[in-house]
């Protein structure tokens, strides 16, 4: 067995807990609260940048196959027209906040400091998230419902 084996099979793993994550939500529009912020940054912070960016990028994939893996689906569509919704952003900002966090992580381990981390991930995420949406709702609109009801809850 190779060395790789114990790492796929860790990757498969973290791709059903975002999954899982994805399923508990309460529906807000067009954004729903889930878990899954908070899994990618515990993903990252137990297994590093490398693990946890091939996990996302897995679940991604997945659900750009047509999986019913995000939020509300398949009820809310699936695939990449699913992707290229309001919440898509979000999804690209989660490879982004894997590879920060789990980088920076694996360099400073005081909890004050992971802390700090973990807000820099949630940021990351934040990012892409808010230019996606205000594609579909303008700026102010994107940070009314894409930050503002997430921001206490990220903390």
């Given amino acids: 067995m ?3 084996w ?3 099979r860790l990757v498969v793993l973290g791709s059903l807990l975002l999954t899982a994550s994805a399923k508990i939500q ?7 609260a889930t ?3 908070g899994v990618v940054l515990f993903l990252a912070l137990v297994m590093g ?6 996990t996302v990028a897995l679940y991604l994939a997945q659900g750009a196959m047509g999986l019913p893996v995000f939020a509300g689906t398949p009820a809310k569509g699936l695939g990449l027209a699913y992707m290229m919704g309001p919440t898509g952003g979000y999804m690209l900002g989660w490879l ?11 360099r400073w381990r005081a909890p004050l400091a992971l802390f700090a981390i973990c807000l820099g991930g949630v940021a990351l995420n934040y990012l892409p998230g808010v230019v ?3 594609t579909f709702t303008g700026l102010e609109g994107a940070v009314a419902m ?5 921001i206490l809850g990220d903390v």
């Fill in 2 to 4: 190779s060395r790789t």
């Fill in 49 to 54: 940048p490398r693990l946890a960016l091939a």
């Fill in 35 to 37: 878990l899954q912020t």
């Fill in 96 to 106: 982004f906040a894997a590879a920060f966090v789990g980088w920076a992580a694996g």
């Fill in 146 to 150: 894409g930050v503002v009801p997430f």
């Fill in 6 to 8: 114990p790492h796929a």
């Fill in 132 to 134: 996606w949406l205000a």
């Fill in 26 to 32: 309460v529906p807000f529009w067009p954004v729903p």
